[in-house]
């Protein structure tokens, strides 16, 4: 099979060229970011090409990305570029996957993180519906790969839902023990249908809280964007249903629109705003919170996990 040229935007997203144009508003001050330059932003570049790797900071335009690749941060994307999933809001490359899951790549994402030195490495993926397991065995096999090849890096997986999967497959995942599982609801429910039409937001904070009915001990992590149509009331009602779940770690960002056939940007959220949530989401019993515009669910990830450890201790009075 020929590989499509995911630089075409016709090809990239297929599923998007019959939508209308959304209009895409100048971003606010406080959005803006400079462009990637630095040296280490380019050794951090040329070790993801060199093991043939995917991150996610590429894939879905991350506007963070000179800032972390600069310090040798980058969020290993597995199982591929290509998403069988649809989401209006995201600029993964979408349609049928090529190729079945490469069995070297965990191997090659545990090289990269020991080149790069990481201490803290965040490994997401794309949604592969096409297999059975929905990819949790090869995220267990990352996992553990990561383990053996540097033994003292935390470990932070970002997954899909595995909605079409046998509930047993997120069994697979957590007995791998990554340090942190964090699974986005990316947006309020009302919103479901019409930004991420493959998912269910009810589904998605069950798969959550059943992390944590397998393993208490294992952080649990979250995030939704704001800007894609949603009302504070609703903003509120999903910090009450994460605390339900027990979820520990709120992230809180900025909607970007990738393209005019992407959802449309509602309205840019003031960073006064986002400190307000913040706020409020600690006050509803989070361990820990990130809020603000630029806010992505592996932003300072290192540092974060650092301080959402201490905060349990602190709560168990071990500190």
């Known amino acids: 099979m020929t590989k499509k040229d995911l630089k075409i935007p016709a090809l990239r997203h297929p599923e998007k060229q019959r939508r209308p144009d959304n209009a895409q508003p100048k971003k606010p001050d406080w959005i803006r970011v400079k462009a990637p330059v630095s040296e280490g932003y380019k050794q951090t570049r040329d070790i993801m090409r060199e093991h043939k790797l995917v991150t996610v ?6 506007p963070n990305v000179g800032e972390c690749w600069s310090q040798g941060h980058a969020t290993m994307m597995i199982m591929g570029d290509v998403c069988t999933r649809a989401c209006t809001f995201c ?5 049928k996957p090529p190729e079945d899951l490469d069995v070297f790549e965990p191997g090659r994402v545990a090289d990269a993180v020991k080149k790069l030195g990481l201490n803290h490495v965040v490994v997401t993926s794309v949604d592969r519906d096409d297999v059975e397991d929905g990819g949790a065995e090869h995220f267990a096999q990352t996992i553990r790969a990561i383990r053996r090849q540097s033994p003292s890096t935390t470990i932070e997986i970002l997954t899909p839902d595995f909605i079409r999967c ?12 990554p340090d942190v599982f964090n699974h986005n609801l990316e947006t309020v429910p009302g919103l479901y249908t019409e930004v991420r039409p493959g998912a269910r937001y009810f589904h998605s904070l069950r798969l959550l809280q059943r992390v944590k009915e397998i393993d208490p001990t294992m952080f ?3 995030g939704i964007m704001l800007g894609l149509g949603e009302d504070k009331k609703a903003v509120h009602a999903v910090m ?3 605390r339900a779940a027990d979820i520990d770690f709120l992230t809180i960002g900025q909607y970007l629109q990738p393209t005019p056939k992407h959802h449309a940007v509602d309205r840019f959220v003031t960073p006064e705003e986002f400190a307000a949530f913040e706020t409020a989401a600690y006050g509803k019993g989070f361990l820990m ?5 630029l806010t992505r669910s592996s932003y300072h990830a290192g540092d974060d996990f650092a301080r959402l450890r201490e ?3 602190r ?5």
């Open 220 to 222: 649990t992590k979250s």
């Open 311 to 313: 905060a349990r201790l």
């Open 166 to 177: 046998d509930p047993s497959v997120l069994e697979v995942v957590v007995a791998a023990k």
């Open 91 to 95: 600029n993964i490359a979408t349609g």
């Open 57 to 62: 900071c590429e894939e879905a335009g991350c």
């Open 315 to 319: 709560k168990l009075g071990a500190v």
């Open 289 to 293: 919170v990130s809020a603000t515009p």
């Open 240 to 242: 009450d249903d994460m």
